[in-house]
């Protein structure tokens, strides 16, 4: 049986990372293997790409271009990881996906919506996330989290607050339009908190399906 493929969005110092770990964790503690990997990257071919895209290198040839190298990274990230585990019947979390590129470069960047779905057709042709966890925090609590870590910041983390503002209003955009799909998380809140309203959208999302299916029939 194909696994599932779980995507989680949103802006800078969300905590992503974070709760990508702990549904893993949980997932893997029910027996699903798990694959967990991010974007840019989770590839050779894309970590290469990731490089020069963070380093702000592809920068000064547009957004257009810009959107075309996400595109290329992702085309490969999903031909060698994604697809294959998916199709093995792994479940695949990751760390940004398409909504990354639709809200970043087409509803910041002003990327012609059309080329940024044909990007998307050639590049994940099945691999459509059956689940988007939004995570939605405040612009300052975010980019608080990110400069406590103390590192320098990246291309996109260094933008002013203005376009933190615009991003995370396009992210919840992208939740209204996609309600079936995507399902908005406060991750203002503790990080065992987050962890909990995310365990119970893959509960009941996901993981009720399977145990209907893997529940011994009643005798008839
Ligand atoms: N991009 C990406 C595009 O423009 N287009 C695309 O198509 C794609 C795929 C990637 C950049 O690329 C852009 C978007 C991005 O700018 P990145 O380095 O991968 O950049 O960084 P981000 O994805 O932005 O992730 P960050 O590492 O900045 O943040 P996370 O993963 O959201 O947050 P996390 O878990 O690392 O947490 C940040 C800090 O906060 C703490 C953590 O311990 C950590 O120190 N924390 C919490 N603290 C308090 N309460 C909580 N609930 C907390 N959760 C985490």
Redesign the pocket.
């Known amino acids: 049986m194909r696994g599932k493929f779980i995507t ?1 969005e ?11 770990t702990r549904l893993a964790d949980r997932l893997r503690v029910r027996g699903i293997e798990v694959v967990t990997t ?4 989770g590839s050779p071919g894309a970590e290469a790409m ?1 490089m020069l ?2 380093e702000g290198v592809v920068k000064p040839l547009g957004p257009t271009a ?2 075309m190298i ?1 595109a290329a ?2 085309d490969d990230h999903v031909h060698t990881v994604i697809e294959p585990a998916l199709a093995r019947g792994a479940w695949v979390i990751c ?4 909504d ?6 087409g509803a910041l ?1 002003n990327v012609d919506r059309r080329i940024i779905r044909a990007l998307e057709r050639v590049t994940i042709a099945d691999a459509m996330p059956n689940l988007t966890f939004v ?1 939605d ?1 405040p612009v300052e ?2 980019l608080a ?2 400069k ?2 103390g590192e320098a910041s ?4 260094s933008e002013d607050t203005e376009f933190h503002i615009q991003l995370r209003e396009a992210f919840r955009d992208v939740v209204q339009a996609e309600p079936e799909r995507c399902v908005l998380i406060d ?5 065992d ?2 962890t909990a309203r995310i365990w119970l959208a893959v509960t009941e999302r996901l993981l009720k399906d399977r145990v209907a299916r893997t529940a011994p029939r009643a005798a008839s």
């Not at 949103?10 to 992503?16: D, F, M, N, P, S």
């Not at 991010?38 to 990257?41: A, F, K, L, S, V």
């Not at 990354?100 to 470069?105: E, L, M």
């Open positions: 989680f949103g802006g800078e110092g969300a905590g992503k990372s974070t709760q990508v991010r974007e840019p990257g990731r895209l963070l810009e959107t996400f990274a992702r760390d940004r996906f398409i990354s590129t639709r809200v970043y470069q960047g995570l925090v609590v975010g989290r990110v406590g870590r990246d291309r996109f983390e991750a203002s809140q503790q990080a908190a987050v």
